[in-house]
């Protein structure tokens, strides 16, 4: 493969390519690797799939994203000690992470996070995943003619990720106070999960904090929920995958350490 900064640098003329409105702005960035990669990730995230990107483009995106997740050093989550029969919990980068799938929480388009750098995790795994992920989400989108409804959920591959596949859920969103509406849509958003980890023989399914984050469902509540929805489902299906609880925030470490004890 081609050094680092080459590659940063080929990848981000393709993408110009197609979205020569950001030219000047891209002009304007400095220099230096970090800044350099930080626009590469900016222009991936704007790219929108209606504009055909070349093959050579995705070819070189993966050996970029491949060297990065090595440096990252992914983590088995088999490996990960157990809370409790079947559960372990992560804390720390999910696209890190090589299980069988990742769970994404994604909002109705279910095309990623197309705000420039943003922290939420649906940029994150997008970003890291490449831009195939976002074509791929592209196609079952059109296939299906409208919005992902809450509650439910898409698998993809994982491309670029250590893990083989993602999940994309839309969770609920909470503007005001928590109905029982949406606790049925979160419940919903993990049986779906699981119901697609079994249809697809997976061993190991990650999940995120669904709708705590920009989405505004209670944190301690939606823990409750999520694990409560495991436990059920584990009991009821011998050849349920192995979960684990991702988290990134000490808050959310705290509250599902003290839920499974």
């Known amino acids: 493969m081609m050094e680092k900064e080459t590659c940063v640098e080929q990848l981000i003329s393709y993408l110009l390519d197609v979205l020569p409105e950001y030219r000047a702005e891209a002009e304007a960035v400095p220099m230096d690797a970090p800044a350099r990669r930080y626009l590469l990730r900016c222009l991936m995230n704007v790219w929108n799939p209606r504009r055909k990107l070349p093959e050579a483009y995705f070819a070189l995106e993966q050996q970029l994203l491949s060297v990065e997740t090595r440096e990252k050093e992914p983590v088995d989550v088999l490996a990960l000690p157990e809370k409790e029969p079947g559960i372990a919990l992560f804390q720390g980068d999910i696209t890190r992470l090589s299980a069988d799938a990742i769970v994404n929480a994604a909002n109705s388009q279910m095309l990623g996070c197309f705000v420039p750098g943003h922290g939420c995790i649906d940029n994150a795994i ?21 919005e992902e409804a ?16 993602v999940m994309h859920t839309v969770g609920p969103i909470v503007r005001d106070r928590v109905t029982e509406k949406h606790r049925q849509q979160l419940r919903s958003c993990y049986r779906s999960c699981l119901e697609l980890a079994r249809k697809h023989q997976l061993r190991s399914i990650a999940f995120c904090c669904i709708s ?15 694990v409560n929805e495991v436990q059920e489902y584990q009991k009821k299906h011998g050849d349920a995958p192995r979960v684990i609880f991702n988290v990134f925030q000490d808050e959310d ?3 599902y350490e003290d839920i499974l004890g």
């Not at 997008?126 to 409208?146: D, F, I, P, T, V």
């Not at 705590?212 to 999520?226: D, K, L, N, Q, S």
């Open 253 to 255: 470490r705290d509250i």
């Open 212 to 226: 705590t984050g920009v989405f505004h469902f209670p944190r301690r509540e939606a823990a409750e929920i999520a």
């Open 126 to 146: 997008h970003s890291a995943a490449g831009l195939r992920l976002r074509a791929a989400c592209y196609e079952l989108m059109k296939a299906q003619g409208h």
């Open 150 to 165: 809450t509650g439910q959920a898409k698998i993809t591959p994982g491309f670029a990720l250590p893990a083989r596949y």
